[in-house]
């Protein structure tokens, strides 16, 4: 099992190279000057020029990049161009806050879609069934920032009973477990949570037929154990499966929805990813890009362990 | 006994409410949604363009000169700032002597004097200062390009010399802004720990930086002009880039105040109470144009046949009334518009007979390209907008296709010009404009000396008569005698059709209508210390 996970951890690094390449030739694919945002209009070329070596942009390409990296494995992404603060500094604040609203969206779409799954399920065929699948398909299709923007126009602007926008009365800085900033929340993870629902709605109801038609599942029942207790097998069984959607979708949540997060002005790092593609913020988009593929991996990594305890024939040495 | 409780409860329970809300009532808020991605930068030089110097820069600071923003029907001027005055000398015209405001103080309680001034061009300026910040410096450049250098001669007169004789520094030292040295000194000579709890001279004080989320400015009761006072308490920005989010958070009353509402929100807006406040400004959507060798733009009849092709009336209708329709680069009625005889009306007839004469028509088309962009700031709705040009140009025997790019793409490749290679086979740039000062406006957009990147001139236009105009306009010392300069070469390079002009931007901001006081002034900049909340 140690030497499993060894090797896993291992296996991060070409892939934390492979992202970072990736994206770093992605982003410099990209027409437009990486720091003609904040070059003002009349700028000499000799301000210019001043600004590219600060940034190291007049360095070759692949001489760039190993700089990047190399400065990268020391913990310095660098600053960001826009506010010349440090890349870890604007990201750190930003994953956390994104964090806070994937978990609750994954709460969300997980409590509806494993209920409404385990329904449908048993009841496959039946108008319930139908119902939940209908609800389940529309999950998974509507665009969450419609979703979103719809959510602010019902609650927000005609009933006028929760906020539109933002993280708590006086933003991220006094977010809280109460009800004031709570209440930021609401909307934002219901958009959200809608396609993991949906994701996970169909196949939790999937597993569970599959399951159900086991012979075990008929054994358990021939010998007159309780539908309860037959349902505990059945969810247990259903578990890996399901474990490893949710999450996928917890990882995908991560790395913050940039509509929803936009939509919302909530200061995740879909709200960053977007700010720093608009205002072509190289250091910010790499340091984020390569801090949630690293969240990702790591994700993965804890949905195989965590499945392999639940169900010991998935054998992970 | 019980009774007597329950009085008891219910009067501190009274009490309690009637307290917070004294409270409440107490502390002027005003809530404005900016269209930024984040805080402009608070040190001293605003980045985020003009939205930085509306609202970090105009608030926090001041300059040498100051804008007069205390008029919604005349262009806004400039007026005396931290300098009570000033004058250039007789003789070569390059010698600038400003005399300093007295008893003016930081927002750290230091004093404004003659050092600060030279302490704060060594920071935009001096590269081997201790103060030297790369990030202001680079703000600044836009402004201080002129200067050569600097000195005190007294506590409270000091010397600066241009490098050409420069009528226009006043206007630029209007963007450049003073901090506080012994803050700097104070926070460990870290421009990062400043940006936290920068002081200026402004008539706010800034309390509170959550990057990228917000920031509390708080108003300065001991501001040095006492007729600028805010009259709000506080004043609260917040960036918010999506239009729709800024006016949902304006619908649910979560602020009081948007910057650039969408023209098809405003019915909306409207139907709920909240005011819509416009007003001309120095902004003009224009095709800058292309005069190399390959561009038709070349012959003075296409040029003015373009100009004539296009429908504005219906293109303000396209924008909900949100624009008025161009006469030239500046707004009619500005000191700078002057007398131009080419009428940029909708003359389609007139427009053919010109291609024609040209050599041009509807089956045989002069063909353009133009880069334009899907957003950006001042670019209005240019995709609707592009295409509604398109129709217009097409009905007259124009054919123009795009190259279409992001707003940020689009600056670099007019800052790199027609002639730069990635720019071949473009004979325009849809690139918004604005003359809030005669440099950017009019004198390094005409003169043939001036090409971008440090000027203006992206399409090598050339004409001898502006290049005159201009160099004059330059040593004119005289306001008075400068606008007169100005307003020539403005109706001088509208009668040469030099851009292709089409609307100027209203300017739209929609608040709440608790919101009091508020004047816009026909400017960039915006005075906020009028506002006050009802």
Same mark, same amino acid.
């Given at each position: 099992?140690?030497?499993?996970?060894?090797?896993?951890?291992?296996?991060?690094?070409?892939?934390?190279?492979?992202?970072?390449?990736?994206?770093?030739?992605?982003?410099?694919?990209?027409?437009?000057?990486?720091?003609?945002?904040?070059?003002?209009?009349?700028?000499?070329?000799?301000?210019?020029?001043?600004?590219?070596?600060?940034?190291?942009?007049?360095?070759?390409?692949?001489?760039?990049?190993?700089?990047?990296?190399?400065?990268?494995?020391?913990?310095?992404?660098?600053?960001?161009?826009?506010?010349?603060?440090?890349?870890?500094?604007?990201?750190?604040?930003?994953?956390?806050?994104?964090?806070?609203?994937?978990?609750?969206?994954?709460?969300?779409?997980?409590?509806?879609?494993?209920?409404?799954?385990?329904?449908?399920?048993?009841?496959?065929?039946?108008?319930?069934?139908?119902?939940?699948?209908?609800?389940?398909?529309?999950?998974?299709?509507?665009?969450?920032?419609?979703?979103?923007?719809?959510?602010?126009?019902?609650?927000?602007?005609?009933?006028?009973?929760?906020?539109?926008?933002?993280?708590?009365?006086?933003?991220?800085?006094?977010?809280?477990?109460?009800?004031?900033?709570?209440?930021?929340?609401?909307?934002?993870?219901?958009?959200?949570?809608?396609?993991?629902?949906?994701?996970?709605?169909?196949?939790?109801?999937?597993?569970?037929?599959?399951?159900?038609?086991?012979?075990?599942?008929?054994?358990?029942?021939?010998?007159?154990?309780?539908?309860?207790?037959?349902?505990?097998?059945?969810?247990?069984?259903?578990?890996?499966?399901?474990?490893?959607?949710?999450?996928?979708?917890?990882?995908?949540?991560?790395?913050?929805?940039?509509?929803?997060?936009?939509?919302?002005?909530?200061?995740?790092?879909?709200?960053?990813?977007?700010?720093?593609?608009?205002?072509?913020?190289?250091?910010?988009?790499?340091?984020?890009?390569?801090?949630?593929?690293?969240?990702?991996?790591?994700?993965?990594?804890?949905?195989?362990?965590?499945?392999?305890?639940?169900?010991?024939?998935?054998?992970?040495? | 006994?019980?009774?007597?409780?329950?009085?008891?409860?219910?009067?501190?329970?009274?009490?309690?409410?009637?307290?917070?809300?004294?409270?409440?009532?107490?502390?002027?808020?005003?809530?404005?949604?900016?269209?930024?991605?984040?805080?402009?930068?608070?040190?001293?030089?605003?980045?985020?363009?003009?939205?930085?110097?509306?609202?970090?820069?105009?608030?926090?600071?001041?300059?040498?000169?100051?804008?007069?923003?205390?008029?919604?029907?005349?262009?806004?001027?400039?007026?005396?700032?931290?300098?009570?005055?000033?004058?250039?000398?007789?003789?070569?015209?390059?010698?600038?002597?400003?005399?300093?405001?007295?008893?003016?103080?930081?927002?750290?309680?230091?004093?404004?004097?003659?050092?600060?001034?030279?302490?704060?061009?060594?920071?935009?300026?001096?590269?081997?200062?201790?103060?030297?910040?790369?990030?202001?410096?680079?703000?600044?450049?836009?402004?201080?390009?002129?200067?050569?250098?600097?000195?005190?001669?007294?506590?409270?007169?000091?010397?600066?010399?241009?490098?050409?004789?420069?009528?226009?520094?006043?206007?630029?030292?209007?963007?450049?802004?003073?901090?506080?040295?012994?803050?700097?000194?104070?926070?460990?000579?870290?421009?990062?720990?400043?940006?936290?709890?920068?002081?200026?001279?402004?008539?706010?004080?800034?309390?509170?930086?959550?990057?990228?989320?917000?920031?509390?400015?708080?108003?300065?009761?001991?501001?040095?002009?006492?007729?600028?006072?805010?009259?709000?308490?506080? *004043?609260?920005?917040? /960036?918010?880039? +999506?239009?729709?989010? $800024?006016? #949902? =958070?304006? %619908?649910?009353?979560?602020?009081?105040?948007?910057?650039?509402?969408?023209?098809?929100?405003?019915?909306?807006?409207?139907?709920?109470?909240?005011?819509?406040?416009?007003?001309?400004?120095?902004?003009?959507?224009?095709?800058?144009?292309?005069? *190399?060798?390959?561009? /038709?733009?070349? +012959?003075?009849?296409? $040029?003015? #046949? =373009?100009? %004539?092709?296009?429908?504005?009336?219906?293109?303000?209708?396209?924008?909900?009334?949100?624009?008025?329709?161009?006469?030239?680069?500046?707004?009619?009625?500005?000191?700078?518009?002057?007398?131009?005889?080419?009428?940029?009306?909708?003359?389609?007839?007139?427009?053919?007979?010109?291609?024609?004469?040209?050599?041009?028509?509807?089956?045989?088309?002069?063909?353009?390209?133009?880069?334009?962009?899907?957003?950006?700031?001042?670019?209005?709705?240019?995709?609707?907008?592009?295409?509604?040009?398109?129709?217009?140009?097409?009905?007259?025997?124009?054919?123009?296709?795009?190259?279409?790019?992001?707003?940020?793409?689009?600056?670099?490749?007019?800052?790199?010009?027609?002639?730069?290679?990635?720019?071949?086979?473009?004979?325009?740039?849809?690139?918004?404009?604005?003359?809030?000062?005669?440099?950017?406006?009019?004198?390094?957009?005409?003169?043939?000396?001036?090409?971008?990147?440090?000027?203006?001139?992206?399409?090598?236009?050339?004409?001898?008569?502006?290049?005159?105009?201009?160099?004059?306009?330059?040593?004119?010392?005289?306001?008075?005698?400068?606008?007169?300069?100005?307003?020539?070469?403005?109706?001088?390079?509208?009668?040469?059709?030099?851009?292709?002009?089409?609307?100027?931007?209203?300017?739209?901001?929609?608040?709440?209508?608790?919101?009091?006081?508020?004047?816009?002034?026909?400017?960039?900049?915006?005075?906020?210390?009028?506002?006050?909340?009802?």
């Amino acid at each position: 099992m140690l030497l499993y996970l060894l090797r896993r951890i291992l296996y991060t690094l070409p892939i934390a190279i492979g992202v970072s390449m990736v994206c770093f030739a992605l982003i410099h694919l990209a027409p437009g000057d990486p720091l003609s945002a904040v070059i003002p209009e009349g700028a000499s070329p000799e301000v210019i020029a001043e600004l590219k070596a600060a940034y190291g942009f007049d360095q070759p390409l692949p001489i760039q990049y190993f700089n990047w990296i190399w400065r990268a494995v020391q913990g310095d992404f660098g600053m960001s161009i826009m506010t010349r603060r440090p890349v870890l500094s604007e990201v750190g604040p930003a994953v956390v806050n994104t964090m806070i609203l994937a978990v609750a969206a994954v709460t969300l779409g997980f409590g509806f879609g494993v209920g409404l799954g385990i329904a449908a399920g048993y009841t496959a065929g039946s108008v319930i069934d139908r119902i939940v699948t209908a609800i389940s398909v529309s999950g998974v299709s509507v665009p969450h920032y419609w979703l979103g923007m719809v959510l602010i126009v019902i609650f927000a602007v005609n009933l006028g009973v929760l906020p539109a926008m933002g993280m708590g009365a006086q933003g991220s800085a006094t977010f809280a477990l109460d009800w004031v900033s709570l209440r930021h929340l609401i909307l934002p993870a219901i958009a959200m949570s809608v396609i993991p629902a949906g994701i996970i709605a169909r196949s939790v109801r999937g597993t569970v037929i599959e399951v159900l038609k086991q012979d075990y599942v008929q054994t358990l029942h021939a010998k007159g154990l309780p539908g309860r207790r037959v349902f505990v097998h059945v969810v247990k069984n259903a578990a890996p499966t399901v474990l490893a959607i949710m999450g996928l979708q917890l990882a995908q949540l991560l790395g913050g929805s940039i509509l929803v997060e936009t939509v919302f002005s909530w200061p995740g790092t879909g709200f960053l990813l977007n700010t720093a593609i608009f205002t072509r913020d190289l250091p910010i988009l790499q340091g984020t890009i390569l801090v949630l593929s690293m969240f990702f991996v790591a994700i993965n990594l804890m949905v195989d362990l965590l499945q392999s305890v639940l169900d010991p024939r998935i054998k992970r040495a | 006994m019980r009774p007597r409780w329950k009085t008891v409860t219910a009067a501190a329970v009274l009490a309690l409410l009637a307290h917070s809300s004294g409270a409440t009532a107490q502390e002027k808020v005003l809530r404005v949604a900016m269209t930024a991605a984040d805080v402009p930068l608070t040190t001293g030089q605003p980045s985020q363009g003009g939205e930085g110097l509306r609202f970090m820069g105009v608030t926090v600071y001041d300059g040498l000169v100051n804008w007069d923003l205390s008029s919604y029907e005349k262009a806004a001027v400039l007026k005396p700032g931290l300098a009570e005055s000033w004058s250039v000398s007789d003789s070569d015209k390059t010698v600038w002597t400003f005399k300093l405001r007295r008893g003016v103080k930081f927002h750290d309680g230091s004093d404004f004097n003659a050092d600060s001034v030279v302490w704060n061009f060594d920071k935009l300026m001096k590269r081997d200062s201790p103060q030297f910040d790369q990030a202001q410096s680079i703000q600044g450049s836009q402004y201080y390009g002129t200067i050569a250098s600097w000195r005190k001669i007294d506590d409270f007169t000091v010397e600066i010399k241009t490098k050409k004789p420069d009528s226009v520094l006043p206007y630029n030292l209007a963007n450049l802004y003073f901090s506080s040295s012994a803050n700097w000194e104070k926070l460990g000579k870290d421009w990062n720990k400043v940006a936290f709890s920068p002081a200026g001279t402004g008539p706010w004080m800034l309390k509170t930086l959550v990057p990228r989320e917000r920031a509390e400015l708080v108003k300065n009761p001991n501001y040095w002009d006492p007729k600028r006072i805010p009259k709000s308490d506080r *004043l609260v920005l917040l /960036p918010m880039p +999506d239009a729709n989010t $800024r006016v #949902a =958070a304006l %619908l649910s009353g979560q602020i009081d105040w948007v910057e650039a509402p969408p023209p098809d929100a405003i019915p909306r807006l409207k139907s709920q109470g909240m005011q819509i406040v416009t007003n001309q400004y120095p902004h003009i959507w224009p095709y800058q144009i292309s005069y *190399l060798e390959d561009s /038709p733009f070349r +012959d003075i009849r296409v $040029r003015k #046949a =373009a100009n %004539l092709a296009i429908d504005r009336e219906g293109m303000v209708k396209l924008l909900g009334g949100l624009a008025t329709p161009a006469k030239g680069m500046i707004t009619k009625g500005h000191p700078w518009f002057g007398k131009p005889t080419f009428d940029l009306r909708y003359d389609p007839k007139e427009a053919m007979r010109l291609l024609a004469e040209a050599g041009y028509s509807p089956s045989k088309p002069a063909k353009i390209k133009v880069i334009i962009s899907p957003a950006g700031s001042g670019q209005m709705q240019p995709l609707p907008m592009n295409e509604f040009v398109k129709e217009n140009f097409r009905d007259v025997g124009i054919d123009m296709e795009f190259e279409v790019m992001d707003w940020e793409a689009l600056r670099g490749r007019r800052r790199a010009g027609a002639w730069a290679p990635e720019n071949k086979g473009m004979h325009g740039v849809n690139n918004s404009w604005a003359f809030w000062d005669p440099d950017i406006g009019l004198l390094k957009t005409a003169a043939s000396f001036e090409p971008v990147p440090t000027g203006f001139n992206w399409g090598r236009y050339s004409d001898p008569k502006a290049d005159d105009l201009v160099t004059r306009a330059k040593l004119a010392f005289d306001p008075e005698e400068q606008n007169k300069l100005l307003a020539e070469l403005h109706t001088h390079i509208v009668d040469q059709a030099m851009w292709i002009w089409m609307v100027h931007d209203l300017n739209p901001r929609a608040m709440s209508p608790k919101v009091k006081g508020f004047v816009q002034a026909q400017s960039w900049v915006q005075d906020l210390t009028p506002v006050e909340m009802q």
